[in-house]
């Protein structure tokens, strides 16, 4: 028998681990019959086919709608008002982004568009309104997909994505809670921040802190305001978080959240 090369064998090992993933209960949960992600497919004209009426790019519903989908009393549209007023909240900020910054002067910014820029209260109201109409529908969708039962299998993944969706819709909230950059902006966040001190391993006085060695002045709390008191370095941190990194990362579970739910066959039906 011929011994195997390096490179073959290298193939060989890939090839097994590769089906192996694509065999798993993880793999089979995500991507559904007809993926060429999955084990077992075959390149055919109806696997093809397939796969082009399950594509999210080419079809945002499924190819059948079923009836109670499309009924508002059942969902109250709650999804898509909530992705509704994500949208409204990324033009506002992109607005509002031109006359601010993230220093200082945050709050002489802030009055000036309250005063002296044309629409300015208006748009920063909208902003403002519409945050707290996003934590509503949120809220409000999770509960009616917990009622429904929409989050039992296949539906289970999405579930998950949901209540990382919820999360990053809070932590936007308060993030943005700051930038008014006045006193009760500062001493809600000092107050938010503060309970960061209890955080299990990260807290220098929650559990385990002194197994890890967490000190007050490396503890997550400094971390996240940038020293030992709400100020300048707070305010910078806090503008990055709000206007970039949580932005993204939501509207990248947005995406997957909307694919899945075209995966799995649109809205699940009632109990």
Known sequence: MAKLTLKER??????GSGDAARASKFAT???RPGSPFRKGYSDSPRNRSYVVMNNVLYHLHPVKVKRHGVR??????LG????????????????????FRPTEMAYADIQALQTSVAFGSLVRNMHRWAAHA????????????FLTGSYKPPREFNWVIGVFLVTFTLLLSFTGYLLPWDQLAMWAVTVGT?????????????PFAEFVGVTPRYDARALLIGGSLVGPPALLRFYVLHCIFIPLIAGALMIVHFWRIRKDGGISGPL
């Open 29 to 31: 949960s995500i991507f």
């Open 80 to 99: 898509g008002m909530s992705f509704f007023l994500f949208i409204v909240l990324t033009i506002t900020g992109i607005w509002l982004m031109f006359y």
């Open 10 to 15: 290298f193939k060989k090992v890939s090839a």
């Open 134 to 145: 996003m934590v509503i529908t949120v809220w409000l969708h999770m509960f009616r997909v």
């Open 72 to 77: 508002l009393s059942y969902t109250l549209c």
């Open 194 to 206: 503060n309970m960061a001190r209890a955080t299990p391993f990260l807290g220098n006085e929650g």
